[in-house]
């Protein structure tokens, strides 16, 4: 009896855990919440693009990928149960999409030896692999966002900025105070004065702010916002009247979300993007063969195109590459999280690389080495065009100020290896 | 006049007019309170609701749409017509008299005579179950809402002003819009209240259920009554806000804001709910323009629970809330 009982909870138990063979690649998604619209998007484009490798390649290298989802609401507290949840499946990487739960994930990530990819948000100066070797932010990060912004407005200005004004209106969290020290440095060496004008969570009434921007008449806005707090500042700039081709948001202010419910009012409005955006690109092709028309689509397949949407496309892009040149440096198909996360700081992306995947100038080149998890710092600048409802790229990929962002990186990072006794991990 | 003076004008009267939409959302929360004793925390999520249904209705979407091709493999997702707003409106008010319907029917109605802290946690689980609701409804995409309400400033204002001081003041057409929509239905909840059989009945219930009862006045039909017009309330917030937005989730959160105003206006009075809005709007804009700079900013949201904290310390049942004596 005691025989048949082992038998059978054995069976159970390799019916119900997972095929540990594949390649496992969870998504920290939120499809609720007030970030709902964003996550969403996300959460889709990630899921679509690896449904695709499995639908048409058989997965990376012959490995089937399985993307387990787990509902986090951007909260942070969820985000860390869904990690501790997933994490014995065999994960390869993590993507969470929110710079909290990316905080709180940092220092398991050293003792559970899984790698983190955190592109475009998280811990800035985790570009700097010496003391995060499991953290990656690669191609660019919230400074080199800051100072692409600013090398925009110098192109605008003629590349004098002395006595100008700019305005950092900022979502009032450790997210939206990260470019403050850079854009300080920036305006010290560029010679313009900074105000900086905080908005509290969730950034529904922004009534104050958007007086004092009218009263001390910046010459140009960066937007630093997420969720609600994004549109209503559009909307207020447009009621003011604030140029909004003088109104540059962060990646995260970027996407349809942002704009749509202030209508023709935010034509011409600015963000900066670290990938390409829209739809016309070869790999929507194989996306509408292998898994639109094939019912296989993530969500609802309303979003295909979306800023967000290309965002998650590009998140799944970099990892399943990241896997690849992985399973070609150990010379096996069944990887593991350490393994992946060595093919991670080998990662190289080039135009050709690209090109052959379907998806030309979709982001910038960039090689990833055991001191420089961040890549080079590019980004372009997009526009909103309110008629067509479409961004496009108005510039190409602009590298960051690596003379200002550089030492800030490596002066964060020093400060967080001291103080957590880190020891130096490329030497 | 000093520059400063002028910029203090220009706040207080944006104050004024962003407490008009505080009180509101408060509006909402004093009707039914003052006429069941429940603080019901899904007022928020009732403006959510409320407004999703209103842009659903007006863009023709069908209900659970996502639901119903998941279930049965189809793809619809519209009727293939739009509605005009006047008419969704309409439409969507009888959504809420039904939700109102099936709040009483389901939930409150059995939690009769039960402690208020049990009502409240019922409102909760109402919460979460309406925020579900809604997404499974109309989906969780951004919407934007356009009923033809005016934004943007007033150049009459602005001109009036600039003529006056050198310096335009500005003011939203929507907050004027949202001020003079608020007036209105202050006012008609007043007439309702004073003069019709329905809105006696209802003050009759708030004042004492049992012998509100004693004389023949159906409790039930009374809290649908409140529930339904807390509903409509909940709408008119949520076209106000939305129409700032965009329809979204984070419209839920409004209800952050209505509370430092009931707890200075008290819970039981429309008039406190008025007031007690503009003293928190004009409160926090002033705070933020006087102060704000010296502590970092962003001072508005825990400045109108300080100002609301001192006005208790003060006046412990609000402005114009009533003095609860208990006897043993």
């Not at chain 1, 025989?3 to 159970?12: C, E, I, N, R, S």
């Not at chain 2, 979204?248 to 406190?272: D, E, N, R």
Request: proline share 4%.
């Amino acid at each position: 009896m005691t025989k048949k009982l082992t038998t059978l909870a054995l069976g159970v138990m390799l019916a119900a855990g997972p095929a540990m063979a594949d390649l496992v690649f969870p998504s920290l998604s939120y499809r609720t919440g007030p970030y709902a619209a964003g996550g969403i998007q996300f959460a889709d484009g990630y899921a679509d693009y690896l449904t695709l490798l499995n639908e048409r390649d058989g997965g990376i290298g012959g490995e089937k990928i399985r993307m387990p989802e787990c509902e986090t609401a951007y909260n942070t507290e969820k985000g860390v149960e869904c990690y501790e949840s997933t994490k014995g499946e065999g994960a390869l990487v993590y993507q969470p999409l929110s710079t909290g739960i990316a905080y709180q994930l940092i220092p398991k990530m050293n003792v559970d030896k899984i790698p983190m990819l955190t592109s475009g948000l998280g811990r800035t100066s985790s570009k700097n692999g010496d003391v995060f070797p499991y953290v990656f932010n690669f191609p660019a990060n919230y400074w080199d966002g800051a100072s692409v912004i600013v090398k925009h407005i110098l192109d605008q200005e003629g590349g004098d900025l002395n006595g100008k004004k700019i305005a950092l209106v900022h979502h009032n969290s450790a997210y939206g105070k990260e470019p403050i020290r850079t854009l300080e440095a920036l305006s010290e060496k560029h010679g313009f004065d900074l105000t900086t004008i905080p908005v509290d969570h969730p950034g529904q009434e922004q009534k104050s702010q958007w007086l004092q921007v009218r009263r001390e008449r910046p010459d140009y806005v960066i937007l630093y916002g997420w969720g609600v707090m994004t549109p209503v500042a559009v909307q207020e700039a447009a009621n003011i009247r604030f140029p909004m081709d003088k109104m540059i948001g962060i990646w995260w202010s970027g996407s349809e979300n942002d704009v749509l419910s202030a209508g023709a009012a935010a034509d011409g409005y600015k963000a900066v993007a670290f990938h390409n955006v829209g739809s016309d690109f070869p790999i929507y092709d194989d996306l509408k063969e292998y898994v639109y028309d094939a019912g296989k689509a993530a969500g609802n397949g309303d979003q295909h195109g979306t800023t967000i949407y290309s965002r998650g496309l590009y998140a799944a892009m970099l990892v399943a590459e990241a896997a690849r040149t992985a399973q070609e440096m150990h010379d096996t198909k069944a990887i593991n999280a350490q393994q992946m996360r060595d093919g991670m700081e080998a990662l190289e992306i080039t135009e050709e690389r690209m090109t052959e995947l379907g998806m030309p100038k979709f982001g910038p080149e960039f090689k990833v080495t055991c001191r420089n998890h961040g890549g080079e710092g590019y980004a372009a600048v997009t526009q909103w065009d309110a008629k067509a409802k479409q961004w496009t790229l108005i510039t190409d990929f602009i590298q960051s100020d690596q003379d200002i962002v550089q030492p800030l990186i490596e002066e964060d990072s020093a400060a967080y290896a001291a103080e957590n006794n880190i020891p130096s991990h490329c030497d | 006049m000093p520059d400063q003076v002028l910029f203090a004008m220009e706040v207080t009267l944006n104050g004024l007019m962003a407490g008009v939409l505080y009180a509101l959302v408060a509006l909402g929360f004093v009707l039914i309170f003052k006429a069941s004793g429940i603080f019901n925390f899904a007022q928020g999520v009732m403006a959510l609701f409320a407004a999703m249904t209103l842009v659903g209705i007006m863009e023709g979407q069908v209900p659970f749409s996502h639901l119903i091709n998941a279930t049965f493999g189809t793809d619809i997702h519209h009727f293939g017509w739009q509605v005009p707003a006047l008419l969704a409106i309409v439409l969507t008010t009888g959504v809420m008299v039904v939700l109102a319907w099936c709040v009483q029917r389901f939930v409150m109605g059995h939690l009769v005579n039960q402690e208020p802290i049990i009502l409240f946690m019922a409102t909760i689980g109402l919460a979460y179950f309406l925020e579900g609701v809604s997404d499974l409804m109309w989906g969780s995409e951004i919407r934007t809402l356009d009923v033809g309400l005016p934004q943007g400033i007033n150049e009459t204002i602005d001109a009036f002003t600039y003529d006056l001081f050198g310096y335009g003041f500005f003011i939203d057409n929507l907050d004027i819009v949202a001020s003079v929509i608020a007036a209105l239905l202050v006012a008609g909840l007043v007439v309702f209240a004073q003069y019709t059989k329905q809105g006696r009945a209802m003050r009759a219930v708030a004042d004492d259920h049992q012998a509100a009862l004693s004389v023949g006045i159906s409790l039930n039909f009374i809290w649908v009554l409140v529930w339904s017009i807390a509903g409509f309330v909940a709408l008119v917030a949520g076209i106000m806000w939305g129409t700032k937005s965009g329809v979204q989730f984070s419209l839920s959160l409004i209800a952050l804001k209505a509370l430092p105003v009931l707890m200075l206006g008290g819970f039981t009075s429309i008039p406190g709910a008025i007031v007690g809005g503009l003293i928190i709007g004009v409160g926090e804009k002033l705070f933020e323009f006087l102060l704000g700079g010296l502590m970092g900013g962003a001072t508005e949201n825990w400045f109108a629970y300080v100002l609301a904290l001192l006005f208790l310390l003060v006046r412990p049942q609000g402005l114009f809330g009533e003095k609860i004596i208990e006897r043993v």
